[in-house]
């Protein structure tokens, strides 16, 4: 969505809302604006193989060593990746471009959950989801999925703490994501998580006969592991918001819950939308009123 508006607020053109979304928008003019835009936006690099991905930049922002207000704005050079994944070996996929500047403002954040009345039927959740998104990483727009990591060399899937330990006891930070329970956001290299993913597979390692030469699994498996993670707990490991037992991740009330497909109804052998079957219902039921009248 920051992506679409960004993209059509530079044009000066209209945002159209859709479904339940209400944005409030506030609109910052001038060119510098819209140069700063490029370095908010980024092509992603993600590997076919194991779902790596890379980012690279439309534009970067080079400010002045001696005055931090002069701002130059620079073509970057690339790509981040090599023609093959560094890790699996297998080619990538180009996407994009993605919002890659921050999602959110921590004050802003804040503020809403200072304000927000706990009369409000929706405050549990509203204050779970909030508290989230006010713990995750700022400046980390992608995220993993743990059993997507643990599914790709076919290891079990490791417990959320330990590896979140496992980062951060190498120094790293890491959040979730509001958008999934087992996210992993981090500014940890990609070459770290999987070597914390090699380092958990030696403690718990995988029946050799699943490992087929040039899979994915086989390719990260195979290389040497840098060096030992610790997945002892870490205090910061558990974030405040679960602590607290906030409702963080609230699930739908029905399966497939949210906005339908359009109603339809069948006219002899055809499915038609309810809306082109009743286009003129009111004009046809209005003339064929007047010729009743008439006859009378
Ligand atoms: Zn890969």
Redesign the pocket.
Known sequence: MLIDMDDILCRFSHYQLIFYIRVFVQVFSGAQKCKHTTSKLSQVYH??????FALHPLGVLKTNEKNSKLVKFGIPTGPPVSHR??????P?HIGGPIWSGPLHSPDFVQEVLDTASEKLCTFKRIQGVLSVIKEELLDVPLYYALEKLSGTIHVETPPMMSIRSAILNAGYKVSFTHMNRTSIKTDAPANVIWDIMRCWEKEHPIAKKRLIENT?AY??LAKQLEKDYSFAAHPAANPESKKLGFLRFQANPLPHWGPGTRATAMVGENKIKKSKRNQGKRKREASQESSDANQD
């Open positions: 590997c076919t193989g194991c779902g790596t994944c560094e890790h699996c070996g297998h990538h994915p390719n990260i």
